[in-house]
């Protein structure tokens, strides 16, 4: 399960609007909070690599994105142990992962239209 319904609705409620809302605001800063780690790794800021990934698990974990939220435990806990070489494995993954979220989101976000 990409995403867990249960959880989004238990943190949101079971309004469409307000859930569709939300999910615009999750991606639009999913994507900033991806762009901003990338960039703290060409700066070798491995405080920027910690906190974008310490944002984005919380936003991750009120959408039940327990494979997202799990990457950027990893990536938040690389970035305090200092170890680049984990750093650079796992950010394909993370793309990875965001990826399947936002699908998942948008099949979520079809169905909870129609209902």
Known sequence: MIIDS???R??????PEFICEAAADF???ARTDIA?????????DTEGVRAGSHRLKGAAA????????????????AARDINWGFIG??????????????IAIEEFLKRISTD
């Open 27 to 29: 991606l639009s800063g």
């Open 6 to 8: 249960r959880v989004i």
């Open 62 to 77: 009120i959408f039940g994105a327990n494979d997202l939220k799990h990457v950027c435990a990893e990536l938040e806990s």
């Open 36 to 44: 901003n780690i990338t960039q703290a790794i060409s700066a070798t």
């Open 10 to 15: 238990a943190s949101m409620g079971n309004d």
């Open 89 to 102: 494995v796992l950010m394909p993954k993370l793309a990875t992962t965001m990826g399947e979220v936002e």
